[in-house]
């Protein structure tokens, strides 16, 4: 879903997603969400709206992306904890005031806080490890490193 028909991404990244529409492996959809809902049997119920048409859909999982414009746009209407239109996360697991649903980078706040692309892989690592816990509940995830795991440097050899 995104709220134009034109992309300002990069023409590669643009030419790919318009071939996996074409190859109806994803569905593009213009619009903008309105609000989202919990619903009781694991599908997250998603409330779109386009000029003046508004639809209702069910997903397994929602994965916002927004541009590089720090406006909280339909998400101001989410019900997240807000301070000063940034939105307030747990910096444990960058998770907001509603379980289930992350912020990372210059969108987000917290004590301390520090507007660095630094500060946003710090956020995003720490953010992955609880999201793997939503998507795996009953699986153990295995942290490795680079520098150590024989696996992990095969992988990156072969490249």
Known sequence: MHRRKEFKASPDSVSKMLE??????????????????????????????????????????????????MELGPIANWGLNLDENLIKVDTEKFETSVPSIFAIGDINTYPGKLKLILSGFHEAALMAQECFKYCYPDKKNIFRYTTSSKELQKKLTSI
């Open 20 to 69: 996996l529409e074409k190859n109806k492996k994803v569905n593009f959809l213009l619009g903008q969400i309105k609000g989202i809902e919990d619903l009781k049997n694991d599908k997250i119920k998603v409330i779109t709206k386009n000029n003046e048409e508004t639809e209702n859909f069910e997903v397994d999982y929602l994965l916002p992306f927004f541009g590089l414009k």
